[in-house]
């Protein structure tokens, strides 16, 4: 009988192992079309301009679920990352094809958050490029984890839900491949028409 309960005992510690890694893989995948988005808490921007552009009054933290455009174009970048400084004018580009549409212009919002960059870095990355959205810093990765520890440049879009609720559309890593091709997945993804 001794022989049996070591061996239960073995069983169960491995299944408790099993069971461990499961859930720290599972916490690490990438958020997949249908997902809800993990819980994001951001500043609220301090520059006017982008307050305004994001529908945003106050001070303090915001949720992406509290954003009034259907749909969030978020990228994770950074600052030190090749291809995101080569995909940063495409993605400027992408804004102002947005911005220049009045039946896309408030229904579709971009921002950026710099992995593992401090709010200097970003300053940096954003005044480098002219980025006209607001970009905000992730220095410590908390949002980079949440998100599966993503690689750089990462592009999620969400649709905001009538009950506020996020849900991931679209989640690629790499460039935009195509301004009018991302915008027109965007567009259907995001039951804008």
């Not at 933290?61 to 030190?80: D, G, H, N, W």
């Not at 839900?161 to 996020?166: A, D, E, I, V």
């Not at 790499?174 to 009018?180: A, D, E, P, T």
């Amino acid at each position: 009988m001794g022989e049996t309960v070591k061996k239960n005992v073995c069983l169960l510690v491995l299944f408790f192992l099993f069971l461990a890694a499961s859930q720290a893989l599972a916490a690490n995948t990438t958020p997949q079309p249908g997902d809800l988005l993990p819980a994001l808490s951001l500043p609220i921007p301090k520059n006017p301009e982008e307050r305004a552009y994001l529908s945003l009054s106050g001070d303090g933290l915001f949720k992406i679920a509290q954003l009034k455009a259907q749909v969030v174009i978020i990228e994770i970048f950074s600052m030190y990352c090749p291809y995101c400084q080569k995909e940063a004018p495409t993605v400027n580009q992408l804004y102002q094809a947005i911005e220049e549409n009045p039946d896309l212009k408030g229904k579709i919002v971009l921002l950026g958050i710099g992995s593992g960059n401090s709010s200097f870095e970003v300053g940096v990355f954003k005044k480098t490029y002219t980025v006209p959205f607001p970009l905000f810093a992730d220095q410590d990765f908390n949002i980079h984890k949440s998100l599966g520890e993503v690689r750089t440049p990462y592009f999620i879009a969400i649709k905001n839900n009538k009950n506020k609720t996020p849900r991931v559309i679209y989640s690629e890593l790499g460039g935009l491949n195509g301004i009018k091709s991302f915008l027109g997945k965007i567009i259907t993804l995001g039951e804008l028409k």
